[in-house]
């Protein structure tokens, strides 16, 4: 179908227009009240006990996630690429069920497992504490990251098929040594590309972390927790700002680094 040049143009206006009303403008305000009593005041806020400590948090949180994910991910990729198996269409179905289930229900759900009446609750008296601790946070983190390896990894290996880790199979090399030589050198861009989206997605979670968290300053607060104490709970707002641009530039380094993978990944 062939479009005139004004409909072109007109559809490019609409679609920046759209751009910059729901992103640009408000990552500029946002910047704005940041920056407006300057980058000292900036770093002040940022550098807090409990900005610190939630910044910590988040990465710890994102340190523990990605390792089991990208664990999780490539043998369950592997299983659904390679294997045939009963059940095989619930384990898609599982996969997936974090895009479909709000964040908040997962929480609940969380304390529903683990918390003090839970069917699991009686760690809690054994001084194991799950909910409203580190524990719960990961657990929380774990789940509404899940399908991103799996997602990026599985198209990876019905592209490249298995003849390669079957010739290697043949000239007598382990499933260790065919793993490690063979499939992983070719999927290592969908596994990058699928550790930054869960260490952006770790970074941004809200509904499920706080759901399992009690939010106390240099406890249990990241800094998602802390932009929502800082703006709602202590009436904050330059606090909040600080805090939410920070992840901000946690969220953008992240983005551009996706940007650069997707192209060599294009590129290989």
């Known amino acids: 179908m062939n479009v005139s040049t004004p409909a072109r143009l007109g559809m490019r206006v609409v679609a920046l227009?759209?751009?910059?009303?729901?992103?640009?403008?408000?990552?500029?305000?946002?910047?704005?009240?940041?920056?407006e009593r300057g980058f000292v005041s900036f770093f002040e806020a940022i550098s807090t006990p409990a900005a610190i400590s939630a910044l910590n948090l988040s990465l710890l949180i994102v340190a523990i996630v990605v390792p089991i994910n990208v664990i999780f991910g490539v043998v369950t990729a592997l299983a659904l690429v390679r294997g045939r198996?009963?059940?095989?269409?619930?384990?898609q179905a599982v996969v997936d069920l974090p895009f479909?289930?709000?964040?908040?229900?997962?929480?609940?759900?969380?304390?529903?497992?683990?918390?003090?009446?839970?069917?699991?609750?009686?760690l809690d008296s054994m001084g194991f504490k799950v909910i409203?601790?580190?524990?719960?946070?990961?657990?929380?983190?774990?789940?509404?990251t899940l399908p991103f390896v799996v997602?990026?990894?599985?198209?990876?290996?019905?592209?490249?098929?298995?003849?390669?880790?079957?010739?290697?199979?043949?000239?007598g090399a382990s499933k260790w040594q065919t793993f490690w030589r063979i499939t992983l050198p070719a999927i290592r861009w969908g596994l990058t590309y699928g550790i930054?989206?869960?260490?952006?997605r770790s970074l941004g979670e809200f509904g499920a972390v706080i759901m399992v968290s009690s939010g106390f300053p240099g406890v249990?607060?990241?800094?998602?927790?802390?932009?929502?104490?800082?703006?709602?709970?202590?009436?904050?707002?330059y606090g909040a700002y600080c805090a939410a641009t920070l992840l901000m530039g946690i969220a953008l380094v992240t983005l551009l680094l996706m940007t650069l993978l997707d192209r060599k990944r294009s590129n290989a």
């Open 132 to 144: 409203f601790g580190l524990p719960g946070m990961v657990l929380a983190t774990i789940f509404v």
């Open 220 to 237: 249990s607060q990241t800094l998602t927790l802390l932009v929502h104490s800082r703006y709602i709970d202590d009436h904050n707002t």
């Open 100 to 122: 479909a289930v709000s964040p908040v229900v997962v929480g609940v759900s969380l304390i529903l497992l683990w918390g003090v009446n839970g069917w699991f609750g009686g």
């Open 17 to 35: 227009g759209y751009l910059v009303l729901l992103l640009l403008v408000p990552i500029g305000v946002i910047l704005w009240r940041t920056f």
């Open 151 to 171: 997602r990026e990894v599985e198209p990876v290996l019905h592209e490249i098929g298995d003849e390669q880790e079957q010739a290697a199979a043949t000239l």
């Open 85 to 91: 198996f009963p059940g095989r269409g619930f384990v």
């Open 196 to 200: 930054v989206l869960t260490v952006a």
